[in-house]
């Protein structure tokens, strides 16, 4: 395979050339500064075109008395180029080795891409690797050696080595998808993790298996798909919080917590949506729920089922809306109603008391576009809803949903990936 080095060039030639000898590359190119606009001063670039001798053996030598890199390194003329940057402007060497590594890439679409930072300033370095770690098909590697010192390695001793940057490529990369779980874009941050190649290093790799997966899952319950939230989840529930584990098994099972815990599911998932700016949705879950909640009301209290109600327990006075086949049946408003008359307890106390508020709320929720209007709701519109649910509606589920043996709200879906 096609081997192309590009290295910085500083004031040592000992480790370029070490590497240049240990690699064989068929092609070279020198990262390197040109004359100093202040100075004057030659740049390290008079170490790869300067004729005759032009580099000094030691620093302590008088004269240059060694011949250029290529020189030493055997290089023909067509083997190697040179790419100018500045000494000490991190922004501008980053931009000048990127585009040296793209041009590298576009011009030997094959090859084994070499970055090596041994050599350069420290700026130099550092924008190597910035540059390098965004191209994973480009290695990076440092010449080492023994030291006596923590000046340089001795002459001699030197020996070209990978340098591990795994990990720091797997973060850098996983980055986005961190940020995603902390908007609750569970399936942005799968949708990214699987157009990523998974990590040579088993340790990482089942780290990003983990994330891959989980990110699944709680797209999958954010989704309302708590079945498939579940096989996942329960491959990793030793390494969750009990609370997740918990509330997963709770809309999972069939025990008289499971409708009561999807109320609670349907109402962290609106404050999710309400979280993301997605007022509209966030209102037509808010809906949902209240609906629901009084159809769970009257099912366990009374054995009440608000698409088809008997006739005889319809309470005087009061019109409901009669089926094309004949059922009578409740909607939102009047499924209250018979909560209220059909049912003591903290539900009916609470109808009876916030009644007019729950219609003033049912009429913010008219407006939107996704029920009978055409106004986006804003926040302004969500922030009263959600205080009233929080101050009113909550503590009364709660308190109901306490017979079936949930006494406490669950947590909300998990903000960050660690």
């Known amino acids: ?121 420290k700026s130099m370095s550092a924008g190597l690797v910035m540059a390098a770690l965004e191209f994973p098909s480009v290695e990076l590697q440092l010449v080492s050696g023994g030291r006596s010192d923590l000046i340089k390695v001795r002459n001699g001793s030197q020996y070209a080595m990978p340098a591990n940057s795994e990990k720091i490529r797997f973060e850098r990369l996983i980055a986005p998808y961190r940020q995603a779980w902390t908007r609750y874009a569970y399936s942005e941050a799968e949708a990214g993790l699987s157009q990523i190649s998974a990590p040579r290093n088993s340790q990482l790799r089942g780290q990003f ?23 996942i989840i329960q491959q990793y529930a030793s390494s969750l919080p009990p609370e997740v584990n918990q509330s997963i098994a709770r809309l999972n099972n069939n025990t008289v917590k499971r409708e009561p815990a999807q109320l609670y599911d349907l109402y962290l ?25 009084a159809q769970w009301l009257l099912k366990t209290h009374c054995n009440m089922d608000t698409s088809n109600i008997n006739e005889a ?35 009916a106390r609470f109808i009876q008391a916030e009644e007019n508020c729950l219609l003033n709320h049912i009429k913010i929720r008219n407006q939107s576009i996704l029920a009978h209007g055409f106004t986006p709701i804003k926040a302004g519109d969500w922030q009263p809803l959600q205080q009233w ?14 017979k079936a043996g949930i006494k406490e709200l669950p947590a909300q879906l998990p903000l960050c990936w660690t």
């Not at 298996?209 to 096989?231: I, P, Q, T, V």
């Not at 998932?269 to 909640?293: C, F, K, P, S």
């Not at 319809?314 to 009047?334: C, R, V």
């Not at 649910?389 to 306490?402: H, S």
């Open 389 to 402: 649910l929080e101050q009113q509606f909550i503590p009364m589920l709660l308190a109901e949903t306490a």
């Open 1 to 121: 395979m096609t081997k192309i080095l590009i290295c910085t060039v500083g004031g040592s030639h000992q480790p370029i050339v070490s590497a240049i000898k240990e690699l064989h590359p068929d092609y070279v190119i020198f990262i390197c500064t040109g004359k100093d606009p202040a100075t004057n001063q030659s740049g390290s670039s008079i170490q790869i075109t300067g004729t005759g001798n032009c580099i000094k053996a030691q620093f302590s030598d008088e004269k240059p008395n060694l011949p250029n890199l290529p020189v030493q390194s055997g290089l023909n003329a067509d083997q190697f180029e040179v790419c100018l940057t500045l000494s000490d402007d991190l922004d501008q060497i980053y931009l000048d080795c990127s585009k040296a590594i793209e041009a590298a890439i576009e011009r030997f679409p094959n090859a084994n891409i070499i970055a090596d930072y041994t050599g350069g300033t």
């Open 269 to 293: 998932n609106a404050l999710r949506r309400a979280d993301q700016g997605r007022y509209d949705d966030a209102i037509a879950r808010v809906y949902r729920l209240i609906e629901w909640t």
């Open 313 to 347: 327990d319809i309470p005087k006075g009061m019109k409901l809306t009669q089926h094309k086949e004949g059922q009578w049946q409740a909607g939102l408003y009047d499924a209250w109603q018979l909560v209220k008359h059909k049912t003591s307890g903290e539900a």
């Open 209 to 231: 298996s983990k994330f891959r997966d989980l990110s699944r899952a709680f797209a999958e319950w954010d989704n309302f798909n708590h079945l498939e939230a579940y096989a």
